[in-house]
């Protein structure tokens, strides 16, 4: 099938994600997981409408736009708001996208509630779940669950600000069906979770 | 920098993050066949290269009652050259067995034998995969011609139905596992034979809680079964098979209504178990010790082989007969030559063909006598007097251990060559200090016959050397001294230039530089064949192109349970740890798995009045161990589960010594126990 980005005609396959033929910045998407186009970082004009990139599929015809004003400062507002309610600290690559969308998440004000002041959770001996690096994405929880490892020791627990994934009841993780793969780990894009051996 | 897991066959690539002498982390690039997946050993459990129990210098002593003396790896390969080469003066190749490793590479399997063939010339060749699946090689090779995976990995995402025998997947191959409940959730059945609810029962559509060592009575039943009902594959019988008539007369007595007797399944659940396999189309067998570490290991491993070929399962996508293999590189082992009756490519050393082709290559003549098997071995101690032993904990993992202890001092000289100390480092003569996976080049090949690469991120500690390395100044020794030929390699890569050489029809396309993006499976007998990944498409690889039914029957375990052992005690391993338990419990996993838990049924624990975590006795007729109690229904009731990683409380000081006719397997799975209470 032929479509067209950003005014270019390009092929593509049936079943192809517009994520995989436009390039725009992701957050939740992730090859093995059930992606859920949950961050909207993604978000690309689709014959005038805005989509999330990695859920839609590439259809004959389509006029997709990757990178219009609109979108710049939709991404720079989505950006701002991750690093206001969120500790980027071990997340270079999306400071380095803040950076270039001119991000300050100053302007928005002070947070009633915030996420940064959740202290990390130590309760295993191989890696350490510091949810105030945690931006919502999910992968860790799709990981764990349909996405690869069918063990569902994860699951997202509360609302608004304070959501954010944990154990199923906010158990301890060793009195969960963890298996300590660390799967979780290998998709955290922020250092959410991460490995006690990396600690100094 | 990419390499490959150390722990088991699944051949997980990795990237370890490497700082300071220590691992930071560990990610996985997302290629095959892992693709960015891991299991906790191979994420949290590669850190054992920096155990304080490293060896770290070459050892040597006269007797084992002395202390071991510190010396230079000359005077260590010297002293180890001139003792092998007294042995072999006064009593002849015989006397010598040479161990290579499935945890060490090809390259330095391909060495070992070498040096034992070529320079001892002793065909006392083998190795750990005795211990796990010896059993359907047999079963395999003489049935089809090849003894390893019959489809890759990839095909796990076409099966449309997993028969899944004696595999604890997910804690022993979990990344497997994982792959196949993926496939599950997908909507693929999945068919489950065994005693204890594991992670793969809980994920079955249909469970069968055999009783332990009744399996083949099962598959024999489902065979018939499929006869009665006419479900079988006429046509691939006619035309693939030979010897299915006397097959088929050989199922008479396994009915129904007998194996419902036999093995405690309601025999509605055996019928529908063999609709389904027969019935669909993409149905793969996958099996693992529980299948083969029993004395009729090799007939239950038959009796599955017979199955699929009854179904018309073998040759195709998304189907086979799938052995997960063990070790990290148990398949490359066996596809080195590291066993007592087969030279490189699985070529008989009884044939002339073969040792004529490495004949020419190593010039030199070749002992056309097969040799005797790891277990057989140590039964023949002290008639064999020397044992070259690389990365091998038998103390740990053969069974009856008492009675390989009593065996082990009787034995005049042992060399042991490892990276770590161990249970039988305390019985050798010579230690040498070996390089561990993250310190040396070379190839491991997994159990889909995949070739891949492990990297040099370190130097190896203190005077610690690759094993390809000592192998060749050892062999560089022994050569001089008996006249014969040897040649010096600069490095892995040269030494997988010669296995190329040796067996272009398997590894002849495998080069390293094919092997910088990702690993090729054999066989692939030139560079531009992307290797096979279904094997026998058209024929199998036997005489005739046919493959061969073989009639087996069911008989008992050696040891059934008594009055005084009313118990039935079943061996095995745990997700944290790894055989020995050498490796995970010198490395970050110990914190997670301390200590030894048997599983307990609890009507088995209310009757003796044992409680959940507490310490009890687990008692043979062969000697007794403490263990943590854990009340579980994962284990039926009369059995209990002992996984035999952990040192001072071994379960193999309690299995027994009997083995299966054909393969020498040990029947680690089924021994007489009872449990006491400490007080």
């Known amino acids: 099938m032929r479509l067209r980005v950003n005014g270019q005609e390009v092929e593509a396959q049936e079943g192809t994600l517009l994520l995989e033929i436009t390039d725009p910045p992701h957050l939740c998407y992730h090859p093995h997981t059930e992606t859920r186009g949950i961050c909207r970082l993604c978000l690309v004009e689709v014959d005038g409408r805005l989509l999330p990139a990695c859920t839609t599929q590439a259809q004959e015809g389509m006029e997709v736009r990757t990178d219009t004003q609109e979108l710049q400062t939709l991404r720079r507002t989505l950006l701002e708001w991750l690093a206001l309610t969120t500790d980027l600290g071990q997340a270079p690559s999306l400071l380095a996208l803040l950076k270039a969308h001119h991000g300050q998440p100053q302007r928005w004000g002070k947070l009633p509630l915030n996420r940064r002041e959740r202290e990390p959770i130590r309760d295993n001996p191989f890696f350490l779940r510091d949810y105030a690096k945690c931006v919502n994405c999910r992968l860790c ?28 009841l906010d158990r301890p993780l060793p009195e969960t069906p963890c298996v300590f793969c660390g799967n979780c780990l290998q998709v955290c894009p922020t250092g959410a979770l991460r490995p006690l051996s990396a600690e100094v | 920098m990419r390499t490959t897991c150390p722990y088991c066959g699944v051949g997980c690539q990795v990237e370890p993050e490497i700082q300071g002498g220590r691992i930071l982390r560990v990610l996985a690039p997302d290629i095959p066949p892992n693709h960015g997946a891991l299991c906790v050993k191979g994420r949290f459990g590669l850190d054992f290269p920096f155990s304080g129990k490293r060896l770290l210098y070459p050892m040597v002593r006269e007797d084992r009652h002395q202390a071991f003396r510190r010396v230079s790896w000359d005077e260590a390969l010297d002293f180890t050259a001139n003792k092998l080469l007294a042995v072999l003066k006064r009593r002849g190749p015989e006397a010598i067995a040479v161990f290579p490793s499935a945890k060490t590479t090809n390259e330095e399997v391909y060495l070992t034998q070498k040096l034992a063939r070529a320079l001892l010339s002793t065909n006392h060749v083998d190795h750990c995969s005795r211990l796990c699946h010896s059993s359907s090689t047999v079963a395999l090779s003489r049935s089809l011609g ?78 018939r079964y499929i006869l009665e009902e006419g479900l079988w594959d006429q046509g691939y019988v006619e035309e693939r098979t030979e010897g299915f008539a006397a097959w088929r007369a050989s199922l008479e007595a396994y009915t129904l209504e007998e194996a419902e007797g036999i093995t405690g399944v309601e025999k509605e659940k055996i019928a529908l178990a063999a609709r389904l396999y027969a019935t669909t189309e993409r149905a793969g067998a996958y099996w693992a010790m529980g299948v083969t570490q029993h004395t009729k290991g090799t007939a239950t491993a038959q009796a599955l082989v017979n199955l699929a070929l009854l179904t018309g399962k073998v040759g195709k996508e998304g189907a086979g007969l799938n052995p997960l293999r063990g070790q990290n590189n148990v398949q490359g082992a066996g596809d080195m030559g590291g066993l007592p009756d087969v030279l490189p490519g699985y070529l008989k050393v009884a044939e002339e063909a073969g040792r004529k082709r490495f004949e020419a290559l190593w010039g030199v003549g070749l002992n056309p006598e097969p040799g005797l098997r790891m277990t057989e071995v140590f ?202 338990g ?90 007489a126990v009872r449990l006491e209470k400490l007080d």
């Open chain 1, 141 to 168: 929880v799709d990981a764990c669950g349909d996405g690869i490892m069918g063990v569902y020791a994860l699951a997202l627990e509360g609302r608004g600000l304070m959501a954010h994934p944990t154990t199923p």
């Open chain 2, 146 to 223: 090849g003894a390893s995976m019959t489809n890759p990995l990839e095909d796990i995402w076409k099966t449309d139905l997993f028969l899944v025998v004696g595999s604890n997947t997910t804690e022993t191959h979990p990344v497997i596992g994982a792959m196949i409940k993926k496939r599950v959730r997908q909507g693929a059945g999945l068919i489950v034979v065994d005693p204890r609810y594991t992670g793969m029962a809980e994920a079955a559509t249909l469970w069968l809680r055999v009783r332990p060592g009744t399996d083949l009575f099962l598959l024999n039943a489902m065979a």
């Open chain 2, 379 to 580: 039964q023949r101690i002290p008639e064999v007097e020397a044992i070259y032993l690389i990365g091998e904990d038998p103390v740990t993992s053969e069974p009856y251990q008492d009675h390989l202890k009593a065996k082990l001092e009787a034995l005049p000289f042992l060399v042991v060559q490892d990276i770590l100390e161990n249970e039988t480092t305390s019985f050798a003569h010579v230690v040498l200090p070996a390089a561990s996976f993250l310190e040396k080049d070379g190839t491991f090949t997994n159990t889909d016959r995949r070739v891949q690469r492990i990297r040099k991120l370190l130097d190896p500690p203190g005077e610690a050397r690759p094993d390809w390395w000592i192998l060749q100044e050892l062999g560089r020794r022994l050569a001089q001294a008996l006249g014969r030929p040897w040649a010096s390699y600069p490095g892995p890569e040269a030494i997988w230039e010669e296995v190329r050489r040796a067996i272009p029809e398997m590894m002849g396309g495998i080069t390293y530089r094919r092997l910088e993006r990702e690993g090729v499976r054999w066989p692939c007998p030139h560079e531009d064949h992307p290797g096979e990944a279904v094997l026998f498409r058209e024929r199998f690889n036997t005489p005739t192109g046919k493959a061969r039914f073989f009639p087996v029957h069911y008989t008992p375990p050696a040891e059934t349970p008594s009055q005084d052992y009313p118990l039935t005690l079943s061996t095995g391993r745990v997700l944290f740890h790894w055989h020995g």
């Open chain 2, 582 to 671: 050498t490796l995970s419990r010198n490395s970050q996993l110990q914190e997670a798995y301390p200590e030894l838990k048997v599983e307990v049924n609890p009507k088995d624990a209310g009757r003796l009045g044992i409680q959940d975590g507490e310490i009890i006795q687990v008692v043979s007729r062969r000697g007794r161990i403490r263990a943590r109690a854990w009340v579980t229904d994962r284990t039926p009731e009369g059995v209990v589960y002992a996984p035999f990683h952990f040192a001072e409380a071994p379960a193999n000081r309690l299995t027994l010594d009997a083995l299966d006719p054909f393969s020498r397997i040990p029947e680690y799975k089924v021994a």
